[in-house]
């Protein structure tokens, strides 16, 4: 706290000047920055509170300098214990910061973590027929839901005291959060393998029809039956997202759709060849694409579909893992890709082993972070956004905050264990899940750092969650 007081005592200092009787020129007046950024590396005791991007007025810059993950502040190795199948084991790293460790029985690949009331849900992983409940700040499981009716539960969504998911082997299901008591199971078709999304008590799912093909369906949350039904091209890209009227989604053969999301009324599909969920914001969406043999970021209309603006791109190696058919569950079951987060007039995406911060509409890159060995590979998950920080994992086990404004460094945590789940910020902690069936938290702030509770941020996979009183801060 004293080096963020001396830090504000200098900005104050330099803001009045040497001589009250000799003002800057009016030119060096102009381009003195509106918001003071870190140095990099910058040690702050707090985050940094996110500016108003609306009052700035962007002029031409130097080209934008590309630094390494992790080269302004060095990973600090976190000794992750190994607890037996089904334990839970706390642990300090770092500056005396307290931690857990939770080790699933059926050690699978994890999909992301959902947070609420206190607790995170997580699946038990693509074979398994199990859920849990885990304290949010010891890891210990206070409810396991087991013999599931399939196998297979998707990232879940904790909306209203209920945990919301779908199955791989065809069924929605919906539990008390307090217990993991099943309140309603309703099978939809098989294979069920993207995410959910929830709002104003309807639950948004995609499944295979009874007479073939596939379908964004509607149901109610207090019984799961339904509201609506509409055809879809094919299974979705991770998951419906809602936003304002409207619900979206992205096909594995490269359609995006608008559907009224109360009604059901399909306002328009275009092949827009997503590689990902879109991401709403105002009266568009903003999509990574296929762009020929690279991946592209592309703003698109929401009223009708239309490509408004085409911004940069990158090597498309990593497009081998964009499921494109059915033919591997596994894989679409699991998939995230590059979605883009746009928050503040920016948009923040992971492509490839990339994180880039944009001009949401001219395209402008205002920083931009590499991970060095991994540029062409899938190496960075998608991003997490909690306030001031750009929250992201690698694929080899990093956990990282970025500064929005600037891609510095604020922290830096290596694991140990892969991780190709989006990390889950509640709290001031971080909740990670590995390849192996652990689930890995850490308090890396204060409990100001939050908003990012499930994939997508909120039940309706839009943005950030108002955030709730910490629950659990005295435990």
């Excluded at 940094?48 to 502040?73: M, N």
């Excluded at 992301?112 to 499981?141: E, H, K, Q």
């Excluded at 073939?212 to 509409?230: D, I």
Aim: charged share 20%.
């Amino acid at each position: 706290m004293n080096r963020l007081i001396a830090l504000t005592c200098l900005l104050a200092l330099a803001a009045c000047g040497g001589k009250a009787d000799s003002p800057a020129p009016a030119e060096q007046r102009a381009a003195t920055p509106v918001h003071p950024q870190p140095a990099p590396g910058a040690d702050l005791d707090a985050p940094i509170p996110l500016p108003d991007r609306s009052a700035v007025r962007r002029t031409a810059r130097a080209p934008t300098r590309v630094l390494d993950l992790g080269s302004d502040r060095s990973f600090v190795q976190v000794a992750v214990p190994k607890p037996p199948r089904g334990g839970s084991v706390g642990f300090d790293f770092g500056d005396e910061r307290k931690g857990w460790v939770t080790r699933l029985p059926e050690g699978g690949q994890l999909p992301s973590v959902a947070y609420g009331d206190g607790r995170v849900y997580i699946s038990g992983g693509f074979n398994a027929v199990s859920f849990y409940g885990l304290n949010a700040v010891t890891g210990t499981v206070e409810w396991a839901t087991t013999n599931l009716e399939d196998n297979g539960p998707t990232a879940a969504i904790y909306e209203d005291d209920r945990v919301i998911f779908n199955t791989e082997s065809c069924t929605l299901f919906a539990l008390d959060a307090a217990t993991g008591k099943r309140l309603w199971f309703k099978w939809l078709g098989d294979p069920t393998l993207a995410q959910t999304a929830v709002a104003d008590g309807l639950i948004y799912a995609a499944h295979p029809a009874t007479d073939g093909g596939h379908r964004l369906t509607a149901y109610k949350v207090r019984n799961g039956n339904v509201k609506w039904s509409r055809k879809i091209s094919g299974d979705l890209l991770a998951t419906p997202v809602i936003h304002d009227d409207a619900v979206y989604a992205s096909t594995l053969e490269g359609y995006t759709y608008k559907f009224d999301r109360k009604q059901g009324a399909r306002k328009w599909r275009k092949k827009l060849r997503a590689t990902t969920a879109p991401w709403p914001s105002g009266d568009e969406l903003f999509l990574s694409r296929r762009n020929g043999k690279r991946e592209q970021q592309v703003v698109v209309s929401a009223a009708d579909g239309s490509v408004l603006r085409e911004h940069h791109d990158t090597t498309g190696k990593h497009l081998a893992d964009v499921p494109t058919n059915l033919n591997n569950w596994p894989q679409v079951w699991q998939f995230e890709g590059s979605r883009p987060v746009v928050s503040g007039g920016v948009r923040y995406v992971a492509m490839a082993g990339e994180v880039r911060a944009t001009d949401a509409v001219s395209g402008e890159t205002l920083w931009v972070r590499n991970y060095a060995g991994h540029e062409a590979e899938r190496s960075v998950g998608s991003v997490a956004l909690a306030g001031p920080q750009v929250v992201i994992s690698t694929r080899q086990g990093q956990v990282m905050g970025l500064d929005i404004d600037t891609g510095y460094t604020l922290w830096a945590y290596d694991i140990g264990h892969d991780v190709y789940a989006e990390p889950v910020v509640a709290n001031g902690w971080i909740y990670a899940t590995t390849t192996q069936g652990y689930v890995v938290a850490l308090n890396v702030a204060d409990e100001t750092l939050d908003g990012w509770h499930m994939f997508g941020g909120n039940p309706k996979h839009d943005g950030p969650v108002v955030r709730e009183p910490n629950k659990t801060a005295a435990l």
